[in-house]
């Protein structure tokens, strides 16, 4: 696994960075590909936040976390993904038995036996209407996300409200 590491508002050592591309390479060994994990170090206020993102051919694999200490940061980021990628392993290998991609042999099976439910679905109109316009209905029906047809490119997009307090945008690629 190829480990990009970007820091923000500091210089990450390169103690640091081996100890983050050593933990990263064990969990390249689940994949049977090359795959590339986008690391990202930033501080701030004395807190240490660490992103990560594997892309494995259109599965991707996100985690977080803001510490004090930025190594148990690194740790409780290969746990969270570690996980994640145990519980894809458990809904994949009930779904599609012959799926070669991933070589989940070393992974533990999730505890999680649990089926992926849905126990709702909901159908609505899309109305065309800014971005300004979406986050306003969002936050009138206490929503953190919201699903609006954008009058200026004509596509369907999703307003959503980040752990941060601020609003992202997700937009399709066609």
């Keep these: 696994m190829k480990v990009i590491i970007t820091s923000k508002n500091f ?25 590339v994990a986008n690391v990202t170090l930033s501080m701030e206020k004395g807190r240490q936040k660490m992103e990560a993102t594997i892309n494995a051919k259109g599965t991707i694999f996100r985690a977080e976390e803001e510490t004090s200490d930025v190594y148990a940061g690194v ?49 609505f109109d899309l109305i065309p209407m800014t971005i300004e316009e979406a986050i306003m209905q969002m936050e009138l029906l206490e929503h953190n996300f919201y699903v609006f047809l954008d009058m200026d490119s004509e596509t369907v997009n999703v307003v959503y409200k980040r752990k941060d307090g601020d609003y992202g945008i997700l937009e399709p690629s066609y």
């Design 11 to 35: 210089n990450a050592s390169d103690h640091l960075k081996k100890i983050i591309e050593s933990k990263f390479e064990k969990l390249g060994k689940y994949f049977s590909k090359d795959i």
């Design 75 to 123: 740790d409780k980021v290969v746990d969270k993904l570690a996980t994640q990628m145990s519980r894809f392993k458990t809904r994949l290998l009930r779904k599609h038995k012959d799926n070669k991609e991933f070589a989940f042999d070393d992974l533990p099976d999730s505890s999680e036996s649990e089926e992926t439910v849905v126990v709702k679905r909901k159908k």
